[in-house]
């Protein structure tokens, strides 16, 4: 999500691999990750499947690194 910030090509930047690290996140997390955050990552899977522009799924995904914070 670094390199949207950065303005990153879409060439420098795919879905597939948005997608790869949330899965990614997800599983290596599995069993230590609270409820609240493994929904916000599913929202953000969701959204990279749906098209929705990197810096919503950027914004899902602060708020999941917020909610694992909390907890």
Do not use: C, F, H
């Not at 795919?14 to 997390?29: F, K, V, Y």
Request: proline residues 3%.
């Amino acid at each position: 999500m670094n390199a949207v910030a950065d303005s990153a090509g879409d060439e420098d930047l795919t879905p597939s691999e948005i997608a790869e690290a949330i899965r990614d996140a997800r599983e290596a997390a599995a069993g230590d990750v609270q409820e609240k955050t493994r929904r916000y990552l599913d929202e953000a899977l969701d959204a990279v499947s749906d098209g929705m522009p990197a810096d919503y799924i950027a914004m899902i995904l602060y708020a999941a690194l917020g909610a694992s914070q909390e907890g």
